[in-house]
């Protein structure tokens, strides 16, 4: 039966991002982002359906910042990633927390602020949804599953 809530179908395995699962834990599932064409934009996805990172047990919480720490370092290897978002918005339905790269692409055309987050997404539906990109975002799930497995 599929479900209403998107990250209860990540969960249920119902639905696959591009680049598939990148790395799962008991409680949280790491992916690219299903809808915003931007590489090495990660999604952890709780397994659990809920909304804010208050309804995490303690045992849930140290394994989502375990989970977002070894994620973060393993973007590191990327040289054109300047920094990182994190971002949890609690207004979504399902908890999910994001890990948005920014790039110089993105420095050339808006503020380093979260206020331009949505702007930056737009931008890249626009202009990154081709064949080529979405490869290297696919090689780029690829690599950081095989850097994450260790």
Known sequence: MPHDCMGCAIAAKELTPIGGIITETPN???VQDPEVPIKNFLIINSKRHLQSIAQLSPEENAELFELCYR???ALLSWGDIIDCKLIQEERSGHFHL???PWYAWMD???DNSLT???AVMQRAHETRMTKG???EIIAA?????GMLAN
């Open 108 to 110: 050339g055309e808006f």
């Open 71 to 73: 994620a973060r370092k």
């Open 141 to 145: 799930a690829e690599e950081l599953r």
């Open 98 to 100: 994001w890990i948005l």
């Open 28 to 30: 949280f599932i790491l």
């Open 133 to 135: 990109y979405l490869d």
């Open 116 to 118: 331009c987050v949505r």
